[in-house]
C-alpha cells in the first residue's frame, strides 16, 4: 500500500515558487517537487511547468520504462519554450525531484538542489547530491557535509533546468525493489535547510501517518526558522508499507 501526504507553504517570502505534483495510474505513481528560480514573479512559472510537464508526459505513456529521461526532457522543453515566447520568462530556472513508484520496483531522478530521502525501516539509507557549489567542495573533500547548510554558496547551482544545454543533465538512481517498509522525502531547500536528517529519522520513528511526519518536522522548521527570512519550504512524503 502506498500512503502520501503533500505539503507547500510560502514560509517568509510573498510569493511561494514551489510547485508539487502527483499522479496514480492503478500501482504506478509518479510524485514531482520542483523550486523556481529567477525573480520576479517567475520562478513559480518555471516550476508550476516542470510540475505539470512531468506529471503530463506520466499520464500519456503506457510505456514508463523512460519516464524519468522523457520527464526531465520535457519539462526542459517546455520551459525553454515559454522563455521563447515570453521575454520577460528568460531568466526563470527550477529545480527538479521525480519519484517513480511502479508494481514491482521504485526510481527517482533528479537536478538542482531539491532533494529526495530515502528511509528503509526508520534509517536513512540514502539521499540526492545537489548540484550545488557546496556539495561539489564536499565531493572535493574541502567541506563537510554539516557545513552545506550554513555555506555562503549554498545557493549558488551547477545545474537546473532553463539554462541553455545540449542534453539535461540530471541525475538517475538505480532500481530499487519495491519491498515495503520504506519511507521517500522529496523537500526543496526551504524544508531540508531547516532540519537535521537525524531529526528526519526521529520524527519517522515517532509518526503513525506521512500528514503526522510532515507536520512534526513542520514544527521544527518553523521553531528553527524563527525570526529569519524564511525561503518557501515544500515536501512530499510517501509511504510503501
Not at 514508463?64 to 526531465?72: H, I, S
Not at 520513528?205 to 529569519?228: C, F, H, S, Y
Request: aromatic letters at 8%; charged letters at 30%.
Amino acid at each position: 500500500m502506498v500512503k502520501f501526504s503533500m505539503f507547500s507553504d510560502s514560509g517568509s517570502r510573498d510569493n511561494n515558487e514551489d510547485n508539487i505534483g502527483m499522479y496514480q495510474d492503478g500501482e504506478s505513481y509518479c510524485f514531482i517537487l520542483a523550486d523556481g528560480l529567477g525573480g520576479h514573479g517567475k520562478g513559480e512559472v518555471a516550476s508550476q511547468i516542470a510540475v505539470e510537464s512531468s506529471i503530463l508526459r506520466f499520464a500519456e505513456m503506457k510505456d514508463r520504462e523512460d519516464f524519468l529521461g522523457e520527464a526531465f526532457e520535457h519539462a526542459q522543453a517546455a520551459i525553454t519554450s515559454c522563455q521563447e515566447r515570453d521575454r520577460s520568462c528568460a531568466d526563470m530556472k527550477t529545480t527538479l525531484v521525480a519519484l517513480q513508484i511502479d508494481e514491482h520496483e521504485i526510481r527517482w531522478g533528479h537536478i538542482g538542489d531539491s532533494r529526495l530521502y530515502y528511509f528503509q525501516r526508520n534509517k536513512l539509507k540514502e539521499r540526492t547530491l545537489d548540484h550545488s557549489v557546496p556539495q561539489m567542495l564536499v565531493s572535493v573533500g574541502k567541506l563537510k557535509e554539516k557545513e552545506i547548510r550554513h555555506h555562503p554558496d549554498r545557493n549558488r547551482l551547477l545545474r537546473v533546468l532553463g539554462i541553455e544545454m545540449d542534453e539535461v543533465n540530471y541525475q538517475e538512481s538505480g532500481r530499487l525493489e519495491r519491498s515495503g517498509q520504506q519511507a521517500f522525502l522529496l523537500c526543496t531547500d526551504g524544508f531540508w535547510e531547516l532540519i537535521e536528517e537525524k531529526k528526519m529519522e526521529a520524527l519517522l520513528k515517532k509518526a503513525d501517518t506521512p500528514e503526522q511526519w510532515i507536520r512534526l518536522m513542520q514544527e521544527v522548521i518553523l521553531k528553527n526558522g524563527r525570526n529569519t527570512d524564511m525561503d518557501n519550504y515544500s515536501a512530499i512524503a510517501v509511504w510503501l508499507e
